[in-house]
């Protein structure tokens, strides 16, 4: 059983930046598409970004193209999503998750065995 932990986040004004962390228990990290989806109050859980095993392959919500970048480091079993010109929009609970499958990112969350317990991103206007 893999666990997932997220870490930072918190409270930014809109325009602020914030790195989410996501720490694996698995060493067989290195072979999961990693993967960060966010549910708003009242909405649906939606893909955010996700990382193919070696980060050669990379996909993004249309939403936070340009603003957000994912990568992991293998070594740490930790993978990242940087969040800048962040907008209240963006105000959700994110969480991580791993896809123990085929080495394609993927935006479905039916893919992701794994879960974490989400962390709170709060943007203010």
């Known amino acids: 059983q893999v666990q997932l932990v997220e870490s930072g986040g918190g409270l930014v004004q809109a325009g602020g930046s914030l790195r989410l962390s996501c720490a694996a228990s698995?060493?067989?990290?290195?072979?999961?598409?990693m993967g960060w989806f966010r549910q708003a109050p009242g909405k649906e859980r939606e893909f955010v970004a996700a990382?193919?095993?070696?980060?050669?392959?990379?996909r993004y919500a249309d939403s936070v193209k340009g603003r957000f970048t994912i990568s992991r480091d293998n070594a740490k079993n930790t993978v990242y999503l940087q969040m800048n010109s962040l907008k209240p929009e963006d105000t959700a609970v994110y969480y991580c998750?791993?896809?123990?499958?085929?080495?394609?990112?993927?935006?479905?969350?039916?893919?992701?065995?794994?879960w974490g317990q989400g962390t709170q991103v709060t943007v203010s206007s």
């Open positions: 998750a791993a896809d123990p499958g085929t080495d394609y990112p993927s935006v479905f969350e039916k893919r992701y065995k794994y």
């Open positions: 698995e060493r067989t990290f290195s072979t999961y598409v």
């Open positions: 990382i193919s095993w070696s980060s050669s392959n990379t």
